[in-house]
């Protein structure tokens, strides 16, 4: 005897859905996964723990797996990632968190190939500047060359930014394209956006799938599309209500039929969904 299935049986019997697998996590694709890896995030001297928390929420959130506080004693690090709000904001991204590293910024940078500082303040003296989209092509690039290879994107603080020797320990430098009469950007937010885009060119440049957010209904595994033979039952009903409640006159139709053929063409109805129109037009006809 099938123990599982007596089990479900009985389960069911008595009004009770029998569990069901867990539903497997999903995951970036490998190649994304582990090309992500390599990036390291740095923000130097951040002052507020709600930008670290909402900062390691973002980057978690976009598939990173490094973050590094520069120029920050361990025992600050310490406070300010154990700061209820840095824990509050990282809603759920305690692990990155966490384990965020903090160090002088020659050592945060030290085995990296690229550094990417952003700054909205051109300099008199800085490294190659770049529009955004070109910065992050070459971070990808660098990625691509070399499966060791790290790269680094480099923030300053809030309140004063990168300073001039800061910017010039990386080797690109580039600002968002904003508002020029305010291009202040929150720390967490300017993470968050940046961390979008280089996924988003990590993804194109290494030619890997985009994700398809349109379910056409997989997201109701037990939907059935609805079949040839129901639609036009429910369009002939749908006319024979017309009709009937005086809208459409048999005898000078127009394009009334073209269009609503047109309409469950672009519709892609499952049975479910005929079904209630159905029941919904023979409750109206009924009252007719």
Request: aromatic residues 4%; neutral net charge; charged residues 20%.
């Amino acid at each position: 005897m099938n123990l599982q299935r007596a089990a479900g049986s009985v389960e069911e019997a008595n009004g009770i859905s029998p569990a069901r697998p867990a539903a497997p996590a999903l995951q970036d694709p490998p190649a994304l996964s582990q090309l992500l890896a390599r990036v390291r995030w740095v923000l130097v001297r951040p002052s507020h723990p709600g930008n670290l928390g909402s900062g390691a929420r973002a980057l978690m959130a976009t598939g990173y797996s490094q973050l590094w506080l520069a120029d920050m004693q361990e025992a600050q690090a310490l406070q300010m990632r154990t700061d209820p709000q840095a824990v509050a904001l990282a809603a759920g991204a305690d692990d990155l968190l966490q384990r965020c590293r903090a160090d002088n910024l020659s050592e945060a940078l030290g085995p990296t190939m690229m550094q990417l500082a952003l700054t909205a303040r051109p300099r008199e003296f800085e490294p190659p500047r770049r529009t955004i989209e070109e910065a992050l092509t070459e971070l990808v690039d660098c990625l691509g060359a070399d499966p060791a290879a790290e790269v680094a994107v480099v923030m300053g603080p809030e309140r004063s930014g990168l300073s001039n020797e800061d910017l010039m320990r990386c080797n690109r430098v580039c600002g968002l394209d904003v508002n020029p009469g305010f291009s202040s950007l929150n720390l967490a937010q300017a993470t968050q956006l940046v961390a979008y885009l280089l996924r988003q060119t990590a993804r194109s440049r290494q030619h890997l799938p985009t994700p398809v957010f349109k379910t056409d209904g997989q997201g109701r595994p037990r939907a059935v599309p609805a079949s040839a033979a129901g639609i036009e039952a429910l369009h002939q009903s749908f006319t024979a209500a017309a009709i009937e409640a005086g809208y459409l006159d048999p005898a000078s139709p127009g394009r009334f039929d073209d269009r609503l053929r047109g309409l469950w063409s672009r519709a892609g109805m499952h049975q479910d969904e005929l079904q209630m129109l159905h029941g919904l037009i023979s409750a109206i006809r009924q009252r007719l």
